[in-house]
């Protein structure tokens, strides 16, 4: 079942709206310029724009800067997204974007291998990246009189990274278990694999985030110094940071570290739009398994590519009344209605970067087929073609988005997590102010539209997963030598 | 949803949420452990008149509750049914005072609120997430108390969520971490309540019926077998209110008794499961400590120090940094009612496992062997020190901690001692433990994947 989380992805906790205790922040003495004024003042003050209690900065060099003030703990989160990920890679060296992440904490010209993690350790830090399809992304948090630490590292490593071969070729090694772990020997994972790369052809959606296993093994330290060259520069980046802090006062810290760093070109990135599909593809894996499962997506538009600024939203809402919870259609009718389904889910990333897929997925219960599963999430999506959904229904997703608005202000990670979301693939931040108000202004009507206009057969992709017994069972059969 | 789509790891479901570092040893660690900050919750305890004990945090900051309801009656109750206590919990929400499972459902989602339920080996546990405001909070607070005190058991959906749960085990079967897991709990607690993974055995569920999860019920969800955590936007008045309104119509029954003591293993032995997978899944372990143990400390911070702190500590130093053998290589003790387990764990391509075990175990051995270094010490107390304002920083992470004090009767001024308590632990203090409690030649050692030799052997 997709977590409710999926649909508050999009909602910052920033509007008045929710009601919420935090409300609206203090303004920290930066002064809130009209629009007209604000773009005057930049040069001097570095500031944008503030909106609630979001502030927006920019430096000389081109860093963005967005703060997000929350004094609830005495804690800060910062984290530096940049502008790649696997969808800005080419055939052959696939894999690159997340590999590099990993090289980030192998030094600079200053800091030995894992001297970085061992300093944020000290002061008490968390620390970790992660590599999506849109962005890359580095993050510390921290007791908030410990934000220069981070400010510091992270600028060093942004400018100064040192390359080595040596530490390259085990930290490849690394990744390949990395993706043993999370894709080879997971069968689901691997079925998702095949799909993603049967539903997309000329869009980078089409290869996986960890990359092909054949490009892993063919990769040098030449690939990681292209791609760091490439992309890490301050003008390419974002930093948000939320918690404990004064806006003007983290402008200023950033201003002395982040600051320092010089801008550089950055390429030119093709807009690579996937061709139109032309009928329904269908792909069986063979893997080692028990248990059954199918995946079908249909090509969709998200925020960032739709030409009709409601569809995005309207096919949230669709995804949400078959899968929101246990009152959702999925649950309530394929689970424990007609019992199906063991389990059933629909997910769509509203802030993709391109244009990307409505998914459903699941698996059978005993004694059902795929086929029987596939046919049954049709029917309904075909009920929801031809009936209008009820207003209790909309109401009821309309009620936990909302809520969702205000249990999302419990996590400062969180809060900082959207923003760096929407920012990296080019969204302006303060869409996540109107989410819930765009998903309230859904109608009936809209997710009839949708559902007829974007599933259909002819950009439709299923996977099934064929579980293949075991050759050998536990406790018996081959024996290796060692 | 199982897939993650846009983002490596982002999106997927028990599990981290980092991509270059599976944490979850340390995040299991963090979770279960406590630490204070200079403005520590201040945590109020008292019992209901049914005899249920309550621990509460004000949090007016956000206008959210947060509830928790622990029963001592996780899968460790299971007796000759593995299976009764997760499907006893899982079916409370299936029907209840005359209600079906979607209306139930239908009045939570309609207003926002959030339900969970879950069963580990000691407790079973009830949550319950809602906005504050009155109307809302009351809507929610009675289906929560309904399903609580009336659940009906209804016949079909127990045939439904009997046969979900033996797709799990069958769906587990396939997974080598999950293959390795079980093979260890089963040797590590051979005759031991901790022997069964939660989600039971297949002969377990068959045996079943809902009139044995129905005298499950009535025997451990009763006032003094229980805890209620809560932590969010209301008065202590009000909080006293609520405890009474949710869990007043429970019996006060008895506590369930205590879990037999956990024997030490008296050798070591080596299991070895061939699997179709690239990996070789390697658990080394043995029974480690309970809560409230009076070497807690010492093996804390020298589990810290060993395998408990990442990127940075001895295991992934050796396993990850060095060698390239393992993209998550960690160790962690998890404390419960008795002594819950030491696991020391890797997955590793099935041509490297010999070589990784013999690391894994030569640098346990040392580290018992020598005990840390005083930079080492010095490192991991002000990682832990200088961190834990993180670890009570959200509503989410107090409840969990207060359940815990709460379950486990710990003492109330747990957090507010627990930093100076970790700098009190010397060298010698950790060297004396591991030496006392950890034992590489008596351990169990496991390793599931494609090119072991399938024979169990001592």
């Known amino acids: ?482 | 949803m199982p897939i993650n789509s846009k983002s490596l790891n982002l999106n997927m479901k028990n599990n981290t949420l980092f991509s270059r570092l599976l944490t979850g040893g340390i995040l299991l660690f963090a979770a279960l452990t406590g630490a204070t900050v200079s403005a520590n919750p201040d945590i109020e305890h008292w019992r209901t008149t049914n005899g249920v004990r309550v621990y509460f945090v004000p949090a007016p900051e956000l206008p959210i509750v947060d509830i928790r309801i622990i029963f001592n009656a996780g899968a460790a109750r299971d007796e000759d049914n593995p299976g009764q206590a997760i499907l006893t919990n899982g079916l409370l929400a299936e029907g209840a005072g005359g209600l079906s499972a979607d209306q139930l459902a239908e009045q939570f989602e309609s207003i926002g609120a959030r339900f969970g339920n879950s069963t580990q080996r000691d407790m079973a546990i009830l949550s319950l997430r809602t906005l504050a405001e009155k109307k809302v909070f009351d809507s929610a607070v009675g289906t929560l108390t309904t399903i609580l005190t009336q659940p009906d058991f209804p016949k079909t959906a127990f045939e439904r969520e009997r046969r979900r749960l033996l797709t799990t085990l069958k769906r587990n079967k396939q997974s080598p971490g999950k293959l390795a897991d079980e093979a260890f709990f089963n040797a590590v607690y051979a005759k031991h309540p901790y022997h069964n993974q939660p989600t039971g055995t297949e002969a377990g569920i068959n045996g079943l019926n809902t009139a044995k999860l129905k005298a499950f019920y009535d025997k451990y969800y009763v006032g003094r077998n229980a805890v209620l955590a809560i932590v969010g936007d209301l008065s202590r008045a009000d909080a006293g209110k609520l405890a009474e309104t949710l869990m007043g119509k429970l019996p006060e029954g008895e506590p369930a008794g205590n879990l037999p003591p956990v024997e030490a293993l008296a050798e070591g032995k080596e299991i070895r499961i061939n699997h179709p997978s690239a990996q070789t899944h390697i658990l080394v372990g043995q029974p480690g400590m309970k809560r409230g143990d009076p070497d807690y400390f010492a093996l804390y911070v020298g589990n810290h120090i060993l395998g408990g702190s990442g990127l940075v500590a001895r295991l992934s130093n050796e396993i990850r940094e060095k060698r390239g053998l393992a993209y998550s290589s960690y160790s962690y003790f998890v404390p419960m009612q008795q002594n819950g387990p030491y696991t020391i764990g890797l997955q590793t391509k099935n041509e490297s496992a010999d070589e990784a075990l013999k690391v894994l175990r030569e640098t346990i051995g040392t580290f018992i062997k020598e005990g840390p270094t005083a930079e080492e010490l010095d490192a991991s107390k002000k990682n832990i020190t200088g961190g834990f304002p993180l670890r009570i920083s959200s509503n989410k992470k107090i409840i969990d901690y207060i359940g815990m004090i709460g379950f486990y009767q710990l003492p109330m001024d747990y957090l507010d001692t627990f930093n100076e308590r970790v700098q009190a632990v010397t060298l010698e203090d950790i060297k004396k433990a591991f030496q006392k409690r950890i034992h590489l030649d008596r351990m169990i050692t496991v390793m599931v994947g494609g090119n072991v030799n399938p024979v169990s052997k001592k």
């Open chain 1, 1 to 482: 079942m997709i977590p409710l989380i999926k649909i508050s992805a999009a909602a910052l906790a920033a509007a008045a709206l929710t009601g919420c205790a935090t409300g609206l922040a203090k303004n920290s003495g930066t002064e809130i310029p009209a629009p007209a004024a604000a773009s005057a003042n930049v040069e001097k003050t570095g500031h944008i724009t503030t909106v609630g209690d979001v502030h927006e900065y920019r430096l000389a060099n081109g860093l963005k800067i967005l703060i997000k003030e929350d004094h609830r703990a005495p804690i800060v989160v910062s984290q530096i997204w940049y502008k790649t990920g696997a969808s800005y890679e080419s055939n052959g060296t696939t894999g690159v974007a997340h590999v590099l992440e990993h090289m980030m904490f192998k030094g600079t010209k200053t800091l030995g291998p894992n001297e970085f993690s061992r300093i944020i350790a000290a002061n008490g830090g968390r620390e970790n990246a992660f590599t999506g399809q849109d962005y890359t992304a580095y993050f510390q948090q921290l007791e908030k009189s410990r934000l220069p630490i981070s400010f510091g590292l992270e600028a060093d490593r942004m400018a100064n990274l040192n390359l080595r071969a040596e530490d390259f070729a085990k930290e490849v090694k690394v990744v390949m278990e990395e993706r043993r772990m999370r894709t080879e020997d997971k069968p689901r994972s691997l079925t998702y694999e095949h799909f993603a790369a049967t539903a997309f052809v000329n869009s980078p959606y089409h290869h996986p985030i960890i990359g092909w296993m054949n490009d892993l093994e063919n990769m040098n330290v030449d690939d990681m110094r292209n791609w760091y060259k490439n992309w890490y520069a301050p003008n390419n980046a974002i930093l948000v940071v939320a918690g404990d802090v004064d806006a003007k006062e983290v402008f200023e810290l950033a201003k002395k570290t982040y600051g320092k760093v010089k801008p550089r070109p950055i390429p030119t990135v093709k807009p690579q739009v996937e061709f139109e599909q032309k009928g329904i593809k269908r792909i069986v894996v063979k893997a080692p398994a028990q248990v059954p499962y199918m995946i079908m997506g249909y090509k969709v538009p998200v925020v960032a590519t739709a030409k009709t600024d409601w569809e995005p939203y309207a096919l949230e809402m669709l995804a949400s009344i078959l899968d929101a919870g246990e009152s959702s259609r999925f649950a309530k009718e394929l689970v424990r209605g007609q019992q199906i389904a063991t389990s059933v889910g629909a997910g769509y990333d509203i802030y993709a970067r391109l244009d990307d897929l409505l998914i459903f997925d699941g698996t059978p219960a005993k004694g059902k087929t795929v086929e029987e599963l596939e046919n049954a999430i049709r029917a309904q999506i075909k009920k929801i073609k031809t009936e209008q959904v009820s207003q209790a229904e909309l109401d009821r997703i309309k009620a936990q988005v909302v809520a969702s608005k205000v249990y999302e202000k419990d996590s400062v990670f969180y809060q900082a997590m959207q923003i760096g979301t929407l920012a990296t693939v080019g969204l302006d931040w303060q869409l996540m102010d109107q989410f819930v108000e765009r998903l309230r202004a859904v109608t009936p009507e809209q997710v009839q539209a949708v559902a007829k206009k974007y599933l259909i057969d002819d950009h439709l992709t299923v996977a099934v997963l064929d579980p293949q017994s075991a050759p050998v069972a536990a406790n018996g059969g081959h024996s290796h030598a060692h």
